[in-house]
């Protein structure tokens, strides 16, 4: 059983269009997690979530919003594409702030 | 600002000996720092956290240290072995009860049989 899951695993779009990617985990962690990792393979926290608070890193652009349906879902929508997004984006989750268990990753390509 | 390096990007071992990788940090007091592994194409997968009272921790053939007045952590890797060839991160946690980590760049280590 995976414990947490994203789709799709690959994304190919075209500058300026909107997507979502979805995360699920079934770990029963009461905080999400979303970060970047860019071509240098840096890994950079995008946001973190619990079922009280959304913590947004202040360098991700607003075209970038998360939203979480309950607690075992947390999906991340992006407007407006742009080329500078291509990345492969982690999503992760860990009860408080014990351990984080990642996400197998969405590799996002913008053409 | 914020800093956390390590120190290699690449680090390449003989088969057998033991693997050591750096990780300093500036401006953090953190509560505790973490140790990631990351195959290509994988998320990074948990291996050992160290709390900041704690000098030593053992998993197997790792050992992690943690000197909080050198702000540096020392991951070991003893009897390396090539399956442990993979991307190394060290996090820290950043604070503020955030549950937010914040990673290092990485090291790649080879093991060369």
């Known amino acids: 059983d995976t414990a947490v899951s994203q789709t799709p695993k690959y994304l190919v779009t075209q500058m300026g269009n909107d997507k979502s990617i979805k995360c699920e985990q079934n770990l029963g962690h009461d905080t999400m997690y979303w970060y970047k990792q860019d071509s240098k393979k840096f890994l950079k926290i995008m946001f973190s979530y619990n079922n009280k608070e959304l913590i947004i890193n202040e360098t991700v652009p607003n075209r970038f919003s998360p939203k979480s349906p309950d607690k075992a879902h947390l999906n991340l929508h992006i407007n407006s594409l742009e080329l500078g997004d291509s990345a492969v984006y982690f999503c992760?989750?860990?009860?408080?702030?014990?351990?984080?268990?990642f996400g197998p990753g969405t590799r996002l390509t913008v053409l | 600002s914020q800093k956390i390096e390590q120190n290699s990007e690449a680090l390449n071992i003989q088969e057998g000996k033991t693997a050591t990788l750096t990780c300093n940090y500036t401006n953090y007091s953190p509560a505790y720092l973490q140790w990631y592994r990351q195959d290509p194409g994988r998320g990074p997968v948990f291996l050992l956290l160290i709390r900041e009272n704690e000098k030593e921790k053992r998993k197997e053939r790792l050992k992690v240290t943690f000197d909080t007045t050198l702000k540096q952590s020392l991951f070991h890797i003893t009897a390396s072995q090539p399956a442990d060839s993979a991307t190394y991160l060290c996090?820290?946690?950043?604070?503020?009860?955030?549950?937010?980590?914040?990673f290092g760049k990485g090291t790649k280590l080879s093991v060369i049989p």
């Open positions: 992760a989750s860990s009860s408080q702030g014990d351990t984080q268990y």
């Open positions: 996090a820290l946690d950043s604070g503020a009860g955030s549950y937010q980590l914040t």
